[in-house]
T-cell receptor, first 114, second 114 residues
Framework: AQKITQTQPGMFVQEKEAVTLDCTYD???????LFWYKQPSSGEMIFLIY??????QNATEGRYSLNFQKARKSANLVISASQLGDSAMYFC???????????FGEGTQLTVNP | GAVVSQHPSRVICKSGTSVKIECRSLDFQATTMFWYRQFPKQSLMLMAT?????????EQGVEKDKFLINHASLTLSTLTVTSAHPEDSSFYIC??????????FGQGTRLTVV
Protein backbone atom coordinates (compact mmCIF):
# COMPACT_ATOMS: atom_id res chain seq x y z
CA ALA A 1 0.00 0.00 0.00
CA GLN A 2 1.11 3.52 -0.65
CA LYS A 3 0.94 6.55 1.56
CA ILE A 4 1.36 10.07 0.28
CA THR A 5 2.08 12.97 2.61
CA GLN A 6 1.69 16.62 1.77
CA THR A 7 2.66 18.50 4.90
CA GLN A 8 1.56 21.95 3.78
CA PRO A 9 -2.22 22.42 4.03
CA GLY A 10 -1.85 25.97 2.73
CA MET A 11 0.86 27.96 0.97
CA PHE A 12 1.07 31.60 -0.04
CA VAL A 13 3.34 33.08 -2.69
CA GLN A 14 3.74 36.46 -4.33
CA GLU A 15 3.00 36.74 -8.00
CA LYS A 16 6.08 36.10 -10.18
CA GLU A 17 7.93 34.29 -7.42
CA ALA A 18 8.70 30.58 -7.27
CA VAL A 19 7.09 28.19 -4.82
CA THR A 20 7.80 24.60 -3.77
CA LEU A 21 5.04 22.23 -2.75
CA ASP A 22 6.22 19.28 -0.72
CA CYS A 23 5.34 15.64 -1.24
CA THR A 24 6.75 12.51 0.33
CA TYR A 25 5.59 9.01 -0.34
CA ASP A 26 5.95 5.55 1.03
CA UNK A 27 5.81 2.58 -1.28
CA UNK A 28 7.41 -0.83 -1.36
CA UNK A 29 7.13 -1.06 -5.14
CA UNK A 30 10.31 -0.78 -7.17
CA UNK A 31 8.53 0.68 -10.17
CA UNK A 32 6.03 3.45 -9.69
CA UNK A 33 4.94 6.77 -11.09
CA LEU A 34 4.50 10.11 -9.39
CA PHE A 35 1.97 12.67 -10.52
CA TRP A 36 0.97 16.18 -9.66
CA TYR A 37 -2.52 17.47 -10.36
CA LYS A 38 -4.05 20.91 -9.99
CA GLN A 39 -7.65 21.26 -8.87
CA PRO A 40 -9.19 24.73 -9.21
CA SER A 41 -12.42 25.63 -7.46
CA SER A 42 -14.39 24.22 -10.40
CA GLY A 43 -13.31 20.75 -9.29
CA GLU A 44 -11.68 19.48 -12.45
CA MET A 45 -8.38 17.65 -12.07
CA ILE A 46 -5.68 19.06 -14.32
CA PHE A 47 -2.59 16.97 -14.97
CA LEU A 48 0.63 18.92 -14.44
CA ILE A 49 3.64 16.65 -14.46
CA TYR A 50 4.78 13.03 -14.23
CA UNK A 51 7.95 11.37 -12.91
CA UNK A 52 8.74 7.72 -13.33
CA UNK A 53 10.67 6.04 -10.55
CA UNK A 54 13.40 4.98 -12.96
CA UNK A 55 13.71 8.38 -14.62
CA UNK A 56 17.13 9.75 -13.78
CA GLN A 57 16.35 13.32 -14.70
CA ASN A 58 13.85 15.50 -12.95
CA ALA A 59 10.71 16.05 -15.00
CA THR A 60 9.92 19.51 -16.29
CA GLU A 61 6.81 20.88 -18.02
CA GLY A 62 6.92 24.58 -18.73
CA ARG A 63 6.82 26.43 -15.41
CA TYR A 64 6.47 23.17 -13.50
CA SER A 65 9.38 21.02 -12.42
CA LEU A 66 9.57 18.07 -10.12
CA ASN A 67 12.40 17.79 -7.59
CA PHE A 68 12.65 14.02 -7.39
CA GLN A 69 14.81 12.59 -4.61
CA LYS A 70 14.30 8.87 -4.78
CA ALA A 71 16.36 7.90 -1.74
CA ARG A 72 14.36 10.33 0.38
CA LYS A 73 11.09 9.31 -1.33
CA SER A 74 10.38 12.92 -2.04
CA ALA A 75 8.73 14.44 -5.12
CA ASN A 76 8.34 18.17 -4.59
CA LEU A 77 6.65 20.34 -7.19
CA VAL A 78 8.32 23.62 -8.07
CA ILE A 79 6.25 26.30 -9.77
CA SER A 80 8.31 29.14 -11.20
CA ALA A 81 7.06 32.66 -11.94
CA SER A 82 3.77 32.15 -10.12
CA GLN A 83 0.65 33.56 -11.73
CA LEU A 84 -2.67 34.50 -10.15
CA GLY A 85 -4.27 31.65 -12.06
CA ASP A 86 -2.06 29.19 -10.21
CA SER A 87 -4.20 29.62 -7.09
CA ALA A 88 -5.76 26.19 -6.60
CA MET A 89 -5.50 22.94 -4.71
CA TYR A 90 -2.52 20.80 -5.67
CA PHE A 91 -2.42 17.04 -5.22
CA CYS A 92 0.52 14.68 -5.34
CA UNK A 93 -0.30 11.11 -6.32
CA UNK A 94 1.49 7.80 -6.78
CA UNK A 95 0.65 5.05 -9.24
CA UNK A 96 1.87 1.68 -8.07
CA UNK A 97 2.01 0.03 -11.48
CA UNK A 98 1.37 1.41 -14.92
CA UNK A 99 -2.29 1.78 -15.68
CA UNK A 100 -3.45 1.28 -12.14
CA UNK A 101 -5.18 3.52 -9.69
CA UNK A 102 -3.75 6.64 -8.14
CA UNK A 103 -3.35 7.23 -4.42
CA PHE A 104 -3.54 10.91 -3.56
CA GLY A 105 -2.04 13.05 -0.84
CA GLU A 106 -4.13 15.40 1.27
CA GLY A 107 -3.45 18.33 -0.98
CA THR A 108 -1.97 21.81 -0.61
CA GLN A 109 -4.06 24.93 -1.16
CA LEU A 110 -1.87 27.45 -2.98
CA THR A 111 -2.78 31.12 -2.99
CA VAL A 112 -0.91 33.51 -5.27
CA ASN A 113 -1.04 37.09 -4.07
CA PRO A 114 -0.80 40.06 -6.44
CA GLY B 1 -10.15 19.32 -25.19
CA ALA B 2 -11.56 16.93 -22.62
CA VAL B 3 -10.86 13.27 -23.26
CA VAL B 4 -13.07 12.07 -20.42
CA SER B 5 -16.56 13.45 -20.10
CA GLN B 6 -18.62 13.15 -16.95
CA HIS B 7 -22.31 13.94 -16.73
CA PRO B 8 -24.09 15.56 -14.99
CA SER B 9 -21.82 18.19 -13.47
CA ARG B 10 -24.30 19.03 -10.76
CA VAL B 11 -27.35 17.21 -9.46
CA ILE B 12 -29.73 17.82 -6.62
CA CYS B 13 -31.99 14.96 -5.64
CA LYS B 14 -34.43 14.10 -2.92
CA SER B 15 -33.50 11.71 -0.16
CA GLY B 16 -34.42 8.16 -1.08
CA THR B 17 -34.07 8.56 -4.83
CA SER B 18 -31.32 7.18 -7.06
CA VAL B 19 -28.88 9.15 -9.16
CA LYS B 20 -26.87 7.93 -12.14
CA ILE B 21 -23.55 9.50 -13.10
CA GLU B 22 -21.95 8.75 -16.46
CA CYS B 23 -18.27 8.71 -17.33
CA ARG B 24 -17.25 8.48 -20.98
CA SER B 25 -13.86 8.23 -22.59
CA LEU B 26 -14.23 10.30 -25.75
CA ASP B 27 -11.44 9.27 -28.07
CA PHE B 28 -9.98 6.13 -26.59
CA GLN B 29 -11.08 2.81 -25.19
CA ALA B 30 -10.79 2.42 -21.45
CA THR B 31 -10.98 -1.10 -20.12
CA THR B 32 -10.57 0.30 -16.63
CA MET B 33 -12.09 3.38 -15.09
CA PHE B 34 -11.89 4.61 -11.53
CA TRP B 35 -14.47 6.31 -9.36
CA TYR B 36 -13.39 8.69 -6.61
CA ARG B 37 -15.24 10.59 -3.95
CA GLN B 38 -14.10 13.91 -2.53
CA PHE B 39 -15.49 15.74 0.49
CA PRO B 40 -14.92 19.51 0.79
CA LYS B 41 -11.29 20.44 1.35
CA GLN B 42 -10.26 16.79 1.42
CA SER B 43 -8.40 14.47 -0.88
CA LEU B 44 -9.79 12.14 -3.51
CA MET B 45 -10.61 8.73 -2.10
CA LEU B 46 -10.90 5.80 -4.45
CA MET B 47 -14.29 4.13 -4.23
CA ALA B 48 -14.03 1.44 -6.84
CA THR B 49 -12.33 0.24 -9.98
CA UNK B 50 -14.66 -0.29 -12.88
CA UNK B 51 -13.71 -3.12 -15.24
CA UNK B 52 -15.29 -3.47 -18.66
CA UNK B 53 -17.32 -6.64 -18.91
CA UNK B 54 -16.86 -7.71 -15.31
CA UNK B 55 -17.78 -6.73 -11.80
CA UNK B 56 -16.31 -3.64 -10.23
CA UNK B 57 -13.73 -3.92 -7.50
CA UNK B 58 -14.75 -1.91 -4.47
CA GLU B 59 -12.48 -0.41 -1.85
CA GLN B 60 -12.87 -1.42 1.74
CA GLY B 61 -15.77 0.32 3.40
CA VAL B 62 -17.61 1.19 0.19
CA GLU B 63 -21.08 -0.33 0.01
CA LYS B 64 -21.50 -2.27 -3.22
CA ASP B 65 -25.27 -2.21 -3.08
CA LYS B 66 -25.37 1.52 -2.56
CA PHE B 67 -22.87 2.50 -5.22
CA LEU B 68 -23.67 0.44 -8.29
CA ILE B 69 -21.08 0.50 -11.03
CA ASN B 70 -21.69 -0.69 -14.57
CA HIS B 71 -18.98 -0.70 -17.22
CA ALA B 72 -21.01 -1.96 -20.15
CA SER B 73 -18.74 -0.75 -22.95
CA LEU B 74 -15.15 0.26 -23.50
CA THR B 75 -16.07 3.93 -23.39
CA LEU B 76 -18.73 4.15 -20.69
CA SER B 77 -18.90 3.52 -16.98
CA THR B 78 -21.81 4.53 -14.80
CA LEU B 79 -22.06 5.04 -11.06
CA THR B 80 -25.53 4.87 -9.56
CA VAL B 81 -26.04 6.14 -6.04
CA THR B 82 -29.07 4.21 -4.84
CA SER B 83 -31.46 5.41 -2.17
CA ALA B 84 -29.39 8.54 -1.69
CA HIS B 85 -29.19 10.21 1.69
CA PRO B 86 -27.80 13.60 2.71
CA GLU B 87 -24.55 11.98 3.85
CA ASP B 88 -24.00 10.85 0.25
CA SER B 89 -23.69 14.50 -0.78
CA SER B 90 -20.21 14.84 -2.15
CA PHE B 91 -18.10 15.45 -5.26
CA TYR B 92 -17.77 12.33 -7.39
CA ILE B 93 -15.12 12.15 -10.08
CA CYS B 94 -14.10 9.45 -12.52
CA UNK B 95 -10.86 8.81 -14.32
CA UNK B 96 -9.73 6.65 -17.20
CA UNK B 97 -6.26 5.74 -18.31
CA UNK B 98 -5.33 5.95 -21.95
CA UNK B 99 -2.67 3.42 -22.87
CA UNK B 100 0.79 4.95 -22.60
CA UNK B 101 -0.51 8.12 -21.03
CA UNK B 102 -1.57 9.54 -17.73
CA UNK B 103 -4.98 9.22 -16.09
CA UNK B 104 -7.56 11.64 -17.43
CA PHE B 105 -10.29 12.86 -15.17
CA GLY B 106 -13.86 13.77 -15.83
CA GLN B 107 -15.17 17.16 -14.83
CA GLY B 108 -16.70 15.73 -11.66
CA THR B 109 -20.28 15.63 -10.37
CA ARG B 110 -21.39 17.61 -7.38
CA LEU B 111 -24.22 15.66 -5.76
CA THR B 112 -26.49 17.29 -3.22
CA VAL B 113 -29.12 15.17 -1.51
CA VAL B 114 -31.88 17.14 0.17
Amino acid sequence: AQKITQTQPGMFVQEKEAVTLDCTYDTSDQSYGLFWYKQPSSGEMIFLIYQGSYDEQNATEGRYSLNFQKARKSANLVISASQLGDSAMYFCAVEETSGSRLTFGEGTQLTVNP
Amino acid sequence: GAVVSQHPSRVICKSGTSVKIECRSLDFQATTMFWYRQFPKQSLMLMATSNEGSKATYEQGVEKDKFLINHASLTLSTLTVTSAHPEDSSFYICSAIRRGSEAFFGQGTRLTVV
